[in-house]
């Protein structure tokens, strides 16, 4: 018997680290975390009709049709339509790509160059940390509505410019969460080891150091998926965000949707619904998610 | 403690300064000054002397280090000049918005701090039960709707359903409080939603580990009546992050409110904002942030300072 031991041992180790292992972590936290389950499950939908936008949407979603302005939802317009006759599902179906590319894009690079800099804070202490600090204080006060104000007005409007003025005020709060994170992992011996052994910094802080705060990272990002969306809804609805035509939600309450309120409630109420649903889908994941990889909760 | 808190005080100055500098360059690579907008309606009829004039009225022709440095300086001495575009002083421009502003913050605030600790609290102690699942429901989807979308709906369901439109002209609190109420609880409410959502999910998770610390464990053990437990034990010690999150948002509100107030037609800062750099107004931009910068500054290190007077390990330190 206690030869079999090791090898049934042996045994058992490819599943937990080979394909099999990976579904089994999926399963596991569907079973363990339904409400995580059912948020992932939303999100991906989300994101499948994001990318499935021109064959599910019912018509086209920048078709105007004088014919069917502000028509109630029916058969042929489930949602109804707008101001001009533009169908309104199917524009909601177009927006939910402009925010799911919102949303994924500033929430990477926003946690991403927050934990570098986190990170390289954390690993250069002294002088640099304090200096990098100060600076992450002074986009923290920094008001997000002057730093988009300021984007929009140099760049202009467009996708890319909402995310550089979404992203920008990440970093800083990205890079206060990692580099407390990474305070304790700079104090770890095969930190020390590898410094020993002559590497540089930029392979200690990309190879050594960031894997190890992984786990923040992710909680981050799915915190930030939402909050981006979100933003990008904000701006959008000011006029600093995505512009016509391109489908946004923020775009559909914007103008007509206010003025008709009353006449086309439709129009004020389906758009934002998808919004509250796509944020409140990548929260419920993201909560569940951070109880299952922050190891003081997943203790209780 | 106060070696702690002058440091604490005295970091407060390089992060203004830092703000300032930020400012001052942003707004002027944006492209267009005051002048250049004042005179957009009549170009060509304005000859490029008079634009010069005007420029040098406000001192943009000077050197731009030389700019900064009168700027600095004014606000040291807590003068922040003229507003460009309409040439009356900052403080009177600010006054009245701000007034909105902080009259909004305080009412969402109490909308959150009446939500949120009850809820909390609750959630807490019925950990994972229907009640928890609820409020942690209710809480996501605060952080998951938009305030001016809520904002939208709470107008349509006033007009549908008592066929009524809250007031769209601001009276101030002294003027006529009931009038002044009947307008602002609903962008108040739009606001707490969210607000109290987050203070929620921070009571919730403070109570949960404060409850399993060893000294509420002894007090049970002592047979202490479970509310005095809850009350001078548990609450006290998991007020401190909910303190936090409670003050940061509402430095946030203080100058965030920019949609939430073009929903409701509300001239606070938010909407100055907007004006300032849409007219190119420098100086009313750079007081603008200025001010919403040191809220939050400010509001940073009552937050520390809190910590330094409610936390012993600290205190003694």
Redesign the interface.
Known sequence: MAIGRPAEAAAEIPETTGRRGWLAVVVEFCRKRPLGAIGAAVVVVNILVGIGANVIAPYDPLATDYGAMLARPSATHWLGTDAFGRDVLARIIYGSRTAMLVGFACAFLGATIGAVIGVASAYFAGKVDLLVQRVMDIFLAFPLIILALAVVSILGTGIGNVIVAIAIPMIPRAALVTRSSALAIREMPYVDAARAAGFRHRRIIMRHMLPNVMAPYLIMLTAYLGQAILAEASLTFLGLGVSEPTPAWGLMLRGAAVQFAEAAPWMAIFPGLAISLAVFAFNLFGDSLRDALDPRLRAQ | MWKYLVKRFLLMF???L??AL??FV??R???GDVVELRYAGDRGAVSQDVLEKERARFGLDQPLWRQFTTWVIGVARLDFGESMWTGSPIWQEIRLRFALSLQVAIMATVVAVVLAIPLGVVAALKQDSWID?SV??FS??G????S???G??F??LL??VFHWLPPMIYTPFWVDPWENLKQLIWPALAVGYRYSAVATRMTRSAM?EVL?EDYIRTARAKGLWEKLILSRHALKNAMLPVLTVIALEFAFLI??L??TE??FNLNGL?ML??EA?GHRDYTL?QA??ML??FV??FVNFLVDLAYAWLDPRIRFR
């Open positions: 390089p992060t203004l830092g703000v930020l400012t942003l707004i690579v944006i492209p699942y942690r429901i996501i989807a952080l998951a709707t938009p001016f979308w809520l939208i709906v107008i349509l007009l549908v949960l399993r100058g965030g920019v949609v073009q929903v938010g904002f907007v750099v931009t603008l942030v919403v910068a939050f500054i």
